[in-house]
């Protein structure tokens, strides 16, 4: 599961030394029970009643976090240690009275990875969450889940002391301004700048480069020491020398901070992924072979790294003045997420890191992931309401068909300007034009980007974008070489057709077979069956859809399977091995794409430029 995860920088710095700063220290040693110790010194307070505020949403992640919940034991204390009244006046708020004596602030902070009473049903998202392992050395620091703000005071500067034992490493993007073996003290310009910036301790699995102009940081935590960073470097290496000859022959930062962990269990949330920021994303992703992996960090990669082009070079004031307590979400999701999404495949067909089997695989994915999702209203109007139930569990289409509307719209730039722009000249034009430190009015984006291409565009994205017409796939795709066919009856291979879902131990198990096919017949699989391994691997919640997605792809009819199952025989869990020759199916087959074998010349000329061979 991938999110959109687009934490933004989102406010102009200011000057650290026109106001007080906030100074927040956070001992590492002092774990205890899952929890941490925060303790922050704060800037003098001209009024008499101030709040203090943890994040009730952050950006990126769409969803409502509520990091309020996990505080405990909060007091606030006057400059003698004397305690001062304060209370909890909502999930995400505390009343401080005589705050002009206020001079510190204590809490603990509960891990979000682990069940704790109190927690609720909301479980969070890992890659936006805090781990707390003191049994493992090793801790996932989302600086917004740990510190917070005072109304009013939300732009001053802040400094971060960690405090850690002489083994571990802290790794993160933010800047240092000293250190020594058992402690770090980071800068922050103010709230937005502390809260755009993860940090991540553990013993050092830590590898820097210099790549197209950029510092690159990779740090790995692997508990059982399936990956490395020197492993992703590799990876991302010719990534990011794609990436930056995507953008324009550069990188647009100075640096860039890839954080990984690993997990080896079950997560609460069921979920993997990453949340992506200004200067480094943050993943959470299981271990598995080394191979799939090194694949998964570097598909997930390049989708968080070009978010250094949107939301960060180009937002709107939604983003940009983002309200932690109350957001107003922007019409735009379909530009932050599905914009970055297309370029991450786009990239990688463009630059030769994919061929054009694989790109096509994904963009079908991406056609079926959006007919389930099913997003029947104007995409504006859809990620406007984001935070609404319905829309909230359709959240996944920003990636599907977010990523479609880019593609599309990359072609029809490309066509109705004859070539001389396309997507990527757009977006870079949009850079120049906005840039981190100023925002567009979500109301004039489409104006602007008609403006720097064509009518043509402005209807696009009115018509498909603003409205609520569908894509026309089979013309806009066609213009490119690209055939489109909506549904068409073909013999494949199938992994049986059976309906799977997550019991309460989090294990894959078979929910229901009343279309299950010939071939999953053949296997013998039964309702109720849990799936332990698919031809020898084993099946988890993390693992299962790239099994299955393995053996479409490379399964030959013939081909000897088998599938560990466990299942009641005679009132008993027993573990059953079902065995079967694979064999094609008649399927109805939804939203196949393939390139036209004999294109036109007009044909032939769109998808050169699209692919940058002309």
Not at 263 to 268: A, H, N, R
Not at 465 to 476: M, Q
Request: proline share 4%; hydrophobic share 35%; aromatic share 10%.
């Amino acid at each position: 599961m991938k999110k959109l995860l687009s934490l933004v920088l989102i406010a102009s710095s200011i000057l650290a030394s026109s106001q007080e700063a906030y100074k927040v220290s956070i001992d590492l040693t002092k774990a205890k029970n899952d929890r941490l110790p925060v303790e922050i010194k704060l800037p003098s307070i001209e009024e008499e009643m101030v709040e203090y505020h943890l994040p009730k949403i952050v950006p990126g992640t769409y969803s409502i976090s509520d990091f309020g919940r996990f505080v405990a034991e909060f007091k606030a204390f006057d400059k003698n240690g004397n305690l001062l009244e304060s209370e909890n006046i909502s999930t995400n708020k505390w009343i401080i009275k005589d705050a002009t004596k206020l001079d510190k602030i204590t809490y603990w902070m509960e891990d979000s990875f682990d069940e704790f009473d109190g927690y609720g049903s909301n479980k969070l998202f890992e890659p936006g969450g805090m781990s707390i392992e003191a049994e493992n050395n090793v801790y996932v620091m989302n600086t917004f889940g740990f510190v917070g703000y005072v109304d009013g005071y939300k732009f001053n500067p802040y400094t971060l002391t960690i405090i850690h034992d002489q083994e571990i490493q802290g790794a993160t993007s933010l800047k240092k301004e000293a250190y020594s073996d058992t402690s770090d003290t980071y800068t922050a310009a103010n709230y937005n700048f502390l809260a755009d910036a993860p940090i991540m301790y553990s013993k050092p699995d830590i590898v820097s480069k210099k790549i197209a102009g950029a510092d690159i940081l990779v740090s790995v935590y692997s508990p059982n020491k399936v990956l490395s960073a020197a492993d992703v470097m590799d990876n991302v290496d010719e990534l990011m020398e794609a990436q930056a000859k995507y953008l324009g022959g550069e990188l647009p930062v100075d640096r860039y901070a890839y954080l990984i962990y690993l997990f080896d269990s079950p997560t609460i949330s069921g979920s993997y992924g990453a949340l992506e920021h200004s200067y480094s994303s943050l993943y959470t992703l299981p271990e598995m072979d080394p191979e799939r992996i090194s694949q998964t960090v570097k598909d997930v990669a390049a989708h968080e790294f070009f978010h250094i082009v949107t939301p960060l070079n180009i937002h709107s004031e939604e983003i940009h003045n983002f309200n932690y307590i109350e957001p107003e979400m922007s019409q735009h999701l379909w530009l932050y997420e599905g914009v970055t999404e297309y370029a991450s495949q786009h990239v990688q067909i463009k630059y030769d890191l994919y061929d054009m089997e694989d790109f096509l695989s994904e963009m079908r994915n991406k056609l079926n992931q959006q007919e389930q999702y099913n997003v029947d209203i104007p995409y504006t109007e859809f990620s406007a309401n984001i935070l609404e139930p319905k829309n909230e569990r359709r959240y996944g289409d920003v990636y599907a068909g977010g990523a479609l509307i880019a593609w599309c719209l990359d072609l029809t730039t490309i066509k109705s300007t004859n070539g001389q722009k396309d997507l990527q000249s757009v977006l870079r034009e949009l850079s120049k034009q906005y840039g981190p430190m100023k925002a567009f009015k979500d109301e004039d984006l489409f104006g602007e980007i008609e403006r720097i291409t064509t009518p043509e565009v402005g209807d696009f994205l009115r018509t498909y974008v603003g409205g609520d017409e569908k894509l026309p796939y089979t013309e806009i795709l066609g213009w490119a070489g690209i055939r489109y066919l909506s549904e068409s009856d073909e013999k494949v291979i199938t992994a049986g057709k059976f309906a799977p879902a997550v019991n309460e131990n989090q294990e894959i198990y078979i929910a229901d077979t009343g279309e299950m096919n010939d071939f999953g017949k053949d296997l013998g699989l039964k309702e109720g069956d849990i799936l332990l391994e698919w031809n020898d691997n084993e099946v988890t919640i993390q693992s299962f859809q790239n099994i299955i997605q393995s053996f479409y792809s490379e399964t030959e009819a013939g081909d000897k399977i088998t599938v560990l199952v466990r299942r009641e025989v005679k009132g008993k869990p027993k573990e059953v091995k079902l065995k079967a020759k694979a064999r094609k199916v008649k399927s109805s087959q939804k939203h196949l794409l393939e390139v036209i074998e004999n294109p036109s010349p007009e044909q032939q000329k769109i998808k050169a430029i699209w692919l940058g061979e002309s």
